[in-house]
C-alpha cells in the first residue's frame, strides 16, 4: 500500500508552507463553524479545503511553487514588519523618533536632553526637537 502512494505521489506538488497553512485554516473555519452554528464558515472551509487539495495532487510544480514563493515571501515581509513594530515599541520608554523634514529617514535620539539639535545621518540636515 505505501508504495502505491509513493508512485502515486511521485511527480505531485505535495504539502508545502501554503498547504500547511491552508490546512490549519481550514481547522479553525471548522471549529468556527462548530461553535458559533453558522454555515458561511462551514462553506468556506470546504471551499478552502478542495483548494489546498487541489495544490497538493497537482502536478503543475512550477506554477506552485511559484504560489508558495509569494507566500513564503509575504509572511517574511510581514514577520520582519512585525519585530521591527516590537523593537520600536521597546525602545519608546528611552528614545524618541522623529522623520528629518528633509528626507523622511527616521533618527532616533535619547529621552530628556531637553531642546536639541538633531542631524540627520542620511542628509545631514539639522534640525530642532524636544527630547
Given at each position: ?37 453558522l454555515g458561511i464558515f462551514t462553506v468556506l ?36 514588519q512585525w519585530n521591527r513594530a516590537k523593537k ?44
Open positions: 500500500m505505501r508504495e502505491k502512494l509513493y508512485r502515486f505521489m511521485s511527480g505531485r506538488n505535495g504539502m508545502d508552507e501554503l498547504s500547511r497553512m491552508e490546512s490549519w485554516l481550514v481547522l479553525i473555519l471548522l471549529l468556527a463553524g462548530v461553535l458559533t452554528r472551509a470546504l471551499i478552502l479545503m478542495i483548494h489546498m487539495y487541489f495544490r497538493v495532487f497537482s502536478k503543475n510544480t512550477a506554477k506552485r511553487y511559484e504560489e508558495n514563493q509569494r507566500y513564503v515571501n509575504f509572511r517574511y515581509g510581514r514577520t520582519v520600536h515599541m521597546g525602545q519608546m520608554k528611552t528614545h524618541r523618533f522623529y522623520r528629518c523634514p528633509a528626507c523622511k529617514q527616521k533618527v532616533r535620539v535619547p529621552r530628556g536632553h531637553g531642546r536639541i539639535e538633531i542631524s540627520c545621518p542620511k542628509c545631514r540636515e539639522k534640525f530642532i526637537r524636544r527630547s
